[in-house]
């Protein structure tokens, strides 16, 4: 057994310039893209909700334009709470919205009167009204993205089940856990609804509770947890209208040397009558930071081990389709192919997958199961839990990792809760260690949270809230690739 600490990954900003901390390498150097012709810098905004949703989100945007005081930090932790420099040309993020009164579908207030209370009729007839809404702008070809100001007495899932962070609506997440075939929203959540409805329309949506804006839970409220700091909501906000505006916040960083690698990750979602399991794939690029969405085939519950898995064909098929995917975005293969997987590889998985990786010629694949609180847990002296980064090898396939812990770079632990590892089992050849590195480093590649603490790495996060959305997709039906769709 051997324990070590992997250093805080850096990522890439404006300039190929690095740094720890997204908000702190936008606020010196720029998004990764912002010296390409691409880059968002005028991003056209379409608002969906009632009157006064409509109204209070704008304000609080129009307020966003200028800078917002971080929270007031504890000595020597300010770093937690920088403040919000502003969504303007010129600072950080380098775009500005824009706002057009042709762009804004306001829902009556006597329609917003009926999208009231928890029933699954009532989260589905909100989702409805919204989708058509939505609907109606996308078809404008005028909206980079759509603002979805959330009715406020609607109750579903995900108002109790805590999966959003804070006033932004962080969309979809499993609660941490639950198992990969629960389903903790039950069959009436409305960001998952309202996705699954929007998927062909090409426009990316952006679902917003009113808490974002006021900075106030309101009256009955269900949800516990407390809200973030307005400079810290507006970092998180404004961080996912730019990505999914078509802009790069950030990206990992690359070295010349590196192969070209697809990171694929794999998790299972029962569909909404529960008749079926179902697979979600979710691929991530590292040189752009990008993610392409591909729905797999039909899972079953093995009797030996109670998880879900696929057969060899189904396997194979996955892969290749991951892989013809790459091919159309980058024009050619990748050299490596990483998958992450949310239950064990079982043979015929393994026959299937090297199969695929070997007919398409790619010589290096590595298996990877990540699984979520598994395990046993390390304890450092002191108050504080052990250093994000923390890694335990525990025998030569398998090594604990703490993605979520105390942070030298805050002086502190951000949680609120005792974090827990994620234990990597490795189902090939790999280097247990540097598959830790990738792993540490896709946790801080979610553009819904600019602060450098999640837990799952992208590949899994990713894949889990496409199913959450595929879930309410009928088979056969079109579904958008881009992953800017599902989050």
């Known amino acids: 057994m051997k324990g070590f600490v992997i250093a805080e990954p850096e990522l890439e900003f404006g300039a ?9 390498g936008l606020s010196l150097f720029g998004p990764a893209d912002v010296e390409m012709p691409s880059a968002p810098t005028r991003i056209r905004l379409g608002l969906v909700g009632g009157r006064e949703g409509v109204d209070g989100l704008r304000q609080w945007l129009e307020r966003c334009r200028s800078e917002i005081a971080g929270k007031v930090a504890k000595p020597g932790q300010e770093n937690m709470f920088p403040a919000f420099p502003g969504f303007v040309e ?18 009556p207030d006597r329609v917003m009167r009926t999208l009231a209370g928890e029933s699954p009729v009532a ?14 702008l996308a078809e404008t070809g005028r909206c980079n993205v759509i603002l979805c100001a959330r009715p406020d007495d609607l109750e579903d899932g995900a108002s109790a089940a805590g999966p959003h962070v804070d006033g932004v609506e962080l969309e979809g997440s499993l609660v941490p856990g639950e198992s990969e075939a629960s389903d903790p929203h039950g069959p009436g959540d409305f960001h998952d609804l309202l996705k699954a409805a929007s998927l062909t329309s090409g426009c990316p949506l952006q679902i917003v509770r009113s808490e974002t804006w006021t900075g106030k839970r309101r009256s ?5 947890r407390p809200l973030q700091d307005e400079a810290t909501r507006a970092w998180n906000l404004h961080a996912a209208l730019y990505y999914k505006a078509g802009g790069t916040p950030w990206r990992l960083k690359r070295q010349s040397t590196d192969l070209d690698t697809c990171f694929v ?79 064990r590889f079982d043979e015929a998985e393994v026959d299937g997958l090297q199969g695929a990786a070997d007919n398409k010629e790619i010589d290096h694949l590595e298996l990877i199961w990540v699984q979520m609180g598994a395990g046993p847990r390390l304890f450092r002296n002191g108050q504080l839990p052990p250093l994000r980064g923390t890694a335990f090898e525990l025998q030569a396939d398998s090594l ?17 809760y005792v974090p827990s590892p994620l234990l990597l089992r490795a189902a090939s050849s790999i280097n247990l260690r540097g ?37 309410h997709v009928p088979l056969g039906a079109p579904i958008g690739s881009r992953y800017a769709l599902y989050m």
């Open 265 to 343: 990750g794999v998790s299972f979602f029962r569909t909404a009558d529960k008749s079926s399991l179902h697979t979600a794939i979710a691929q991530v690029f590292n040189e752009r930071g990008d993610g392409v969405v591909v729905r797999g085939g039909t899972a079953s519950i093995s009797k030996v081990d109670r998880q879900a898995h696929l057969t060899a064909e189904d396997s194979h098929r996955l892969l290749i389709d991951a892989l013809a995917e790459f091919r159309r975005v980058h024009d050619h293969q990748p050299a490596r192919v990483v998958i992450h997987k949310t239950s």
């Open 16 to 24: 190929a310039q690095r740094h720890v901390d997204p908000r702190f």
């Open 400 to 416: 604990l990792l703490y993605t979520r812990g105390s942070i030298p770079f805050f002086r502190t632990y951000p949680g609120m």
């Open 220 to 224: 009955g409220s269900k949800r516990p």
């Open 435 to 471: 598959a830790a590195e990738e792993v540490l480093a896709l946790s801080k590649m979610n553009w819904n949270n600019a602060q450098m603490d999640e837990r799952d790495p992208l590949t899994l996060r990713t894949a889990r809230k496409v199913g959450l959305i595929l879930r």
């Open 90 to 107: 010129g600072h950080a993020f380098h775009s500005s919205l824009i706002f057009d009164d042709a762009l804004v579908r306001e829902i």
């Open 123 to 136: 989260v589905r007839q909100a989702a409805s009204v919204y989708a058509e809404s939505a609907s109606s």
